[in-house]
């Protein structure tokens, strides 16, 4: 087997260490491309690191005390009304999802 010595580089073409380090280049570039095309449209808002954001979720009540919530809770469960609780800054809120909120208001009511 022969060692890799100017004779057996020039066998093979002229493919040099400039063209060979512009190949890399050029498909590190269009990696980056396609990566930024597919990845990089991401168009949804800045996370809200407040709390006060709950994504599909939306407040139909804030009470004050877990035992509270939880009695408003088992209230909507048992009408068939999927329902989170969240304690967030000294008060108890009921989510449901958008869907449920007017049945859980008038439930609540």
Known sequence: MPLLTESVLEDHGPVTALSQVLLLVVVLAALGFVLRWAFGNDRRGVPDHTGDDFGLLTEV?????????????????????????????????????????????????
């Open 61 to 109: 009540a804030v009470v004050p005390t877990p035992e509270a919530a939880d009695v408003l809770a088992r209230r909507l469960r048992g009408a068939g009304i999927r329902t989170n609780v969240v304690h967030r800054g000294g008060a108890h809120r009921l989510l449901v999802f958008p869907a449920d909120v007017a049945n859980a208001k008038l439930l609540l009511s």
